[in-house]
């Protein structure tokens, strides 16, 4: 973490302001430390330049794994996360370029990558739950505009509002109630700022009802290990669905991720099977969230279901 940041974070547990202690410090940045709350006695490490406002990964420990199993695969492929911040977010570099932004769920960082290195955000803050954070560090965080930490998306550490922008790809559908975690992140955008989301979709009952019976009643019992196998495995159905009639049946009731690229498709099996929480919605009920936040020029992104809006 650069030792400039250290102002702008807050004791999430009760928002008073934080000391730190510095431990060890290389290049700017703090590498090992403690922030302590004078108010309500509450420490935060920082440990190898992340800091950490949790203790454990709770109902996301899955992800801290596959971000792990998985840490090189989409950082690996900048076109294809610019396109996908396009197609699921309505991002581009216009929308990111000298302002702060905060990344909801950061993975292994491949669109803090882009954010930061490709479009010239100010700043980004890539958040996690999980220990996915480790990853994102080794990938992203060497870059001088990337900051990670670990906290909790329901207690986040910021000062509020201080985002231009915030954004999250595919996470926040994976809490225990999706409606709840938008409304704990919008606080942080400041007045004129955008959010921007993308979730699951509840248009494909069927192919749903098949997922979630498979993860709850097969995948959940994998180690993640097994799990890691199964995706892999699995991800060669793809070519059976591809054949015209077959594999339009066969791919609802066994759906794996559709990806051209194996490698994601891989990764985003991975993902569909792993989730202690999966929630799916529809594109007017999401519009209902924004317009009850007091948002103007809602509209949809591209591709089913995003949505982005400005605060006022």
């Known amino acids: 973490m650069l030792s400039k940041l250290v102002d702008i974070f807050v004791c999430p547990s009760c928002k008073n302001s934080l000391s730190i202690d510095v431990e060890e410090e290389k290049n700017n940045r703090i590498k090992e430390g403690t922030f302590h709350c004078s108010s309500c006695s509450s420490s935060y490490k920082i440990i190898n330049f992340v800091p950490r406002f949790v203790t454990n990964e709770e109902y996301v420990s899955s992800f801290g794994d596959e971000w792990h199993l998985f840490k090189k695969v989409k ?6 996360s610019k396109d996908e911040m396009d197609k699921y977010l309505g ?32 700043h980004v803050i890539g958040v996690d739950l ?25 207690s986040l550490p910021f000062k509020e509002p201080i985002f231009d922008l915030i954004y999250s790809l595919g996470v926040l559908h994976h809490t225990p109630n999706t409606k709840d975690a938008f409304n704990a992140v919008i606080p942080y955008v400041k007045k004129n700022g955008e959010v921007s989301i ?41 070519y059976l669905y591809l054949i015209p009639i077959l594999g339009d049946g066969l ?9 051209k690229d194996i490698e994601v498709r891989q990764l ?45």
């Open 75 to 80: 950082n690996s492929k900048t076109d294809m």
């Open 91 to 122: 991002l581009k570099e216009v929308n990111i370029k000298d302002k702060m932004v905060l990344e909801i769920g950061c993975g292994a960082g491949p669109y803090l990558d882009v954010s930061g290195r490709e479009y010239g955000a100010k």
């Open 130 to 154: 999980s220990r996915a954070v480790d990853a994102a560090y080794e990938n992203v965080g060497n870059l001088e505009n990337i900051t990670i930490i670990q906290a909790n998306l329901f």
């Open 198 to 238: 993308w979730l699951y979709g509840k248009y494909w009952e069927r192919k749903i009802r098949n997922q979630n019976w498979i993860r709850k009643n097969i995948t959940s019992k994998f180690s993640s290990k097994q799990l890691y196998i199964f995706s892999k495995f699995a991800s060669y159905l793809y």
């Open 251 to 259: 791919r609802e009731r066994i759906p794996i991720a559709m990806d």
């Open 268 to 312: 985003n099996t991975f993902d569909m099977y792993s989730p202690t929480y999966i929630n799916y919605h529809y594109l007017d009920e999401v519009y209902s969230w924004f317009e009850e936040a007091k948002f103007e020029q809602i509209r949809p992104n591209k591709y089913l279901l995003g949505m982005k809006g400005i605060r006022r």
